[in-house]
Structures are given as C-alpha cells and as structure tokens.
C-alpha cells in the first residue's frame, strides 16, 4: 500500500528495522542550495519566507525534487515560537538571531503574550503544513518541529545566540522557581505548537534541543528531560500514531536517559555518539543520525566511507538515516549524491 | 611529613580517596580577581604577562594567598606552543586569540620552526615554574599544562577559536595523512614542553581538550585518545611518579574509553558528565570536577548545595574538587569562599 503512512520513515519510527534506511538532513532545505539562495534573495528577510505559506512550501519541496528524499521538514525557525510570544525577532546576516526585550526574569514573564494568542502570529506556518501535506509525493511524510523549552529559553534569555547559554544559566541558579516558570510556559506553547502542526498534516514532529549538553545532569532532567516527556506524553493522547524525534545534542553519557524516559518514539545522535554504544545503551527507540555534515563539504572518498559505516554499525536497528548537526552553508549539493549512493547502494 | 609530595592533591592523583577533597579551580588565576585585573593594566599586553616570569608567577599565587586553594597552576595559555612553533600570536580585547599565518595543510606544515627550537619562545615559561617551585608554600603542588594536540590544531587552522572546529575537521576529512602529520607534530612539542615544565619543578601537568566533543569517535580516537597516550607515555618514562590529568571537554561516553585507555591518573569531567555514571564507568582513575562555575556569580544557596552534592556523589574515590569548566570573568571571588566553606566544612 502506497501513502505516507507507509513510508520508509514511518516504518522505521514505528521500530520497523529496514535493509536501507530513509535518509532525509537537519537543515535540507537551506542555503547550500543554489535554488534556495535564489528565492531566498526575492524573499525580503528571512522572516517573511518563513511566514509566506507559498514560499516557505517552495523551499521545503527543493530538496525533495533535487534529491529525492525520504522525508521532508517543515522549513521555519525554532525561534517562531518566542516571536509568537511576543518577542520581537531579526535575523541579520552574519549577525545571528536577536529577541528583544529579554526574558530574564519573572516580571518580563508577565509582558509575555498569552498561549492562546499565538496563533496569530504562527496561521501562515500551518498554512504552510497544509500545503505541503497536499503538494508532497504521497510516499514522502512531512516532519513538523520545535525548539525544545530549555534552548528556546536560552535565546529568550541571552536576547541572542549564546556560546555557554550564560545569562539563561544564571536565571536558573539565582532563582529557579522563576525560571521553570519559563520552561513551563514553554512546555505548554511547544505543546499547542507541534498539535497544530499535526492537525495540518504534519505526521511526525521533531523537537530540537540543542544546547541539551550545556546542562549539569540535575538540570538536564528538570529542563530537558521532563519537558520533553510532557510534551509526548500530550501528543501521544491525542494523536498515539504521530511519532516524535527527539535531539537533545550534545547529551553525552545522557542519551541513555532521555531515550528511556521521555517517550520519544527516536532518538537524534549527534555526530559524537559511538554508535556501538548507542546500539546497546538505546535500546527501545529508534536512532537517527550521525554522520559529520563537514564530509558534505569535503567529498569522497571519507564521505562514502563514513555514510556506509553507520549504516553497517546500526545494521539490524530502526535507523533513520541523517546528519550529526545541520548541512552547512558550504556544502556541495553534489555531495548530497554521493551520500544518498552510499547508503541507498 | 609536609611537602608537596604529601600534598592532598598528589595524595588523590595517587589514587587515594580523601574525607575532604582537595580544591582548586580551572582559570583560577584570571579576571575575576581585582589584584589579577589590576597587575594586568599594568603589564602590557596578554602575552607580555604570559612571557614575563615575575609577573605570570604573581599572577598565579594570587588566587593561593587569598584562598588558601590545594593547588596552584601555571598562568600561561594553550596558545603558547604554536607560537613557539612559529605562528604569529595576538589578543585583541574582545576578539579572542589570533595565530596567523594559519597551517591549513601539509605545506603550511613545513613553514613550522623546528621542535628544538621552541625554547626560545618558551624559556620564561619555564623560568616562571621554577620560581613557582620555589615560592610556593610546600604543601602546594604546581601543576603544568598544555593544550592537547587536537584542540591546539583546531586553532593553528582556523587562525582562531571557531563554534565547531570546521576548518580543522575539513582538512582531517580531505587530507588525513597531512592532518596527521599535524598533530604528530603537536604530539611531540607538547612531550617536549611538558617534560620541560617537570624539568622546571611542576608535580603534575594537565592536558586541556577542550574541543575534544566536536569529534566523530572514529577521529576521537585517533586525534584524542593517541596523542594522549603517546604523552602519558613518554611522560611516564622519564617521570613515573608525576601524575597527569586529561581533561576532553564534551566526550560525553567517550570518556569511558578516554579513562581507561589513556594512562591518565586523572580526568577532569566537564559539568555534564553525571556523577553516578563516573563513579561506575571511570573506575581505577581520580576524577577531577565538575561544579558549574556560573554558580560562582550566582551563589547561594544553589553555590553550596550542589558543591556539596557532588562531594557526596564522589565520597569514597579519589576525587579532586574543581570546576566543570573555567570560572568566568563576571564570578565573584566572595563566592569562591563560600565555596570552600561547603567543600571542607
């Protein structure tokens, strides 16, 4: 039977082990393509094309055409959310994100938009879900995503990109009370978030964590791991057939925790997990990953080498095959080839 | 008997564990001290301090005088052994660290000045430990260091810290056998210039991998794991009964294998490695660590608590008490009193 709920990504999230494994990559849809850098130029900012439904389902498609891919993503920015919230938000080039004001403490909480309100702001990205639910190949499902609560909080927080997640960090220490009220109401949006994705067609969502390994252990489970938990658990009441992918990167010795624990139906690895380890520490949930997207940039031979190496080393697994961490900037579409060769023979 | 031989912190690195353990601090001699920042408008330039015996030996006792803290450790920088290999070395004030020309691939290499000929550029570094040896109290060990042959290369070819270490993973993945001839070489000088530190009066060296988790374990093993054992080794030779610390900052599970496989008497855990799992999986090395230094700006109670936590997590192996990360500019030196207090009692 054709349709996307048969699809090779679906399977494997349902824990079905397959002999070639779906490929799709973080970050697919982005300007390493030279179709994208083109509507990307006729787009106005960065925030428009992720807000108009027509071209952010075009850039979504590109990498499906281009290369035929086993799944799609919904292409928007994990920073949409505190927009809807209520945060102002730029992306200037070579500058990073910036929020503004800041989130720092509990007064700024109260400025906050209420939960409800978000769907003004967020109307044209589920338009954009239910365009793409209707425009992709049937075989070919359409991934929805969040940020995660703790590194949505740590942009909030710091008003911009941060290299140790500080200022978030020290909210935390000084008053934590304050601070999970935050994660809470991140909880809570990420959760209303994601249930519109999947009423408009999305039929998996990712969440991304990924300052997860700035955590102490402790703090890990409080913000990563019980938020993560809260938000499968509501998803998987109203939806149990809509599986969720979680990457709390840079986890470490934690992987094993987050994969028992919070009901992900798979597990992202970053490009630093031993997959032997991971075969046997994360059992139970299927496993996405975890090649270096830096060999998109170099080519073969390591490209192929390193691609047929981790299928060989979670042969037997429900493995979804992709990227440690994002497709940069300077990747050679060609490469994306050789890649999709490697693993699919 | 007194003396640095029967200090707390050669004690542990011996293997014993101890009722209260010994304290000290990664960047312990650094920003966050008034008399550091007052000494420092008057030296000149970042380097200057590093290359000025009288004043980078002030600059490390201080945080001895007005803590009391176990050990004391060089005030020097990573950076120090490419400059001495012949790159150009600047700190610009808010910029961080510039090394140029960068070694980007093999010809680059051979532009390097000779291992023999880094005592030129070296010399006050060890005219600094010596007088260290000599005017630190008896019960205070110094401990030498250096970058590790990876994280040292990570910034000998991108001419500066980057986010993911891109620029030295490309050349890996384009050219391993030059890559390799790298951090061979960066093996050697770091054998060479921590044997001169030993030579000087040091009584333990640490190794610093602080981009050790931006590598694939496949790379792990060749570009962390080896080095550190050809070190160890070679260090082992000519001083068995001087200890070292390997400190891979992000390995997360591969700290398993990085504590049994390299020779180190010690490894520094970064504040995400969880305890419990350390205890189990590192057994039959000190553990050194891993208090978030963010608590030393925000301090109590959250400062108290969880260095107590993590003294009771490590009661009963040996264990150094230090930071997961180093103490940051904005902490203030009030709480590292508060510290100690809640270490020993």
């Given at each position: 039977v054709a349709g996307a709920g048969n699809s090779k990504l679906l399977r494997v999230l349902r824990g079905e082990a397959l002999e070639v494994p779906p490929v799709w990559m973080m970050r697919q849809a982005g300007r390493y393509l030279p179709e994208y850098r083109e509507l990307r130029a006729r787009a106005g900012s960065f925030l428009d094309l992720c807000y108009t439904p027509e071209l952010a389902e075009e850039v979504t498609l590109q990498p499906i055409r281009r290369f035929g891919l086993d799944a799609a993503i919904l292409f928007a920015d994990i920073l949409l959310l505190p927009h809807a919230l209520g945060q102002e938000l730029s992306f200037s080039e070579g500058e990073g994100p910036r929020l503004a004001p800041v989130v720092a403490d509990r007064q700024a909480l109260g400025r906050l938009r209420p939960i409800d309100e978000m769907r003004e702001t967020l109307a044209p990205v589920y338009e954009t879900v239910r365009r793409l639910a209707r425009s992709l190949p049937a075989d070919v499902p359409l991934i929805g995503f969040a940020g995660a609560p703790w590194t949505v909080a740590s942009y909030m927080v710091a008003g911009q990109g941060t290299a140790d997640q500080g200022p978030a960090r020290c909210w935390m220490y000084r008053d934590a009370e304050g601070f999970e009220r935050l994660i809470e109401l991140l909880t809570e949006a990420t959760i209303v978030y994601l249930a519109a994705q999947i009423e408009a067609g999305a039929q998996a969502v990712m969440l991304f964590d990924s300052w997860a390994g700035s955590l102490p252990p402790e703090r890990f489970v409080r913000y990563v791991i019980e938020p993560a938990r809260r938000i499968t658990a509501a998803l998987a009441r109203a939806w149990p057939q809509v599986p969720v992918i979680g990457f709390p990167r840079g986890a470490g010795v934690m992987y094993e925790v987050f994969a028992h624990e919070t009901g992900m139906a798979a597990v992202a690895l970053d490009t630093a997990v031993p997959l032997d380890w991971a075969r046997r520490a994360l059992r139970g949930v299927a496993l996405q990953g975890n090649l270096d997207p830096m060999v998109l940039v170099t080519g073969d031979?390591?490209?192929?080498?390193?691609?047929?190496?981790?299928?060989?080393?979670?042969?037997?697994?429900?493995?979804?095959?992709?990227?440690?961490?994002?497709?940069?900037?300077?990747?050679?579409?060609?490469?994306?080839e050789l890649l999709l060769r490697a693993v699919r023979g």
């Open positions: 031979p390591e490209l192929s080498r390193m691609a047929r190496r981790i299928v060989e080393a979670l042969r037997g697994v429900p493995h979804v095959f992709n990227l440690g961490h994002g497709i940069t900037p300077d990747a050679d579409p060609r490469n994306v």
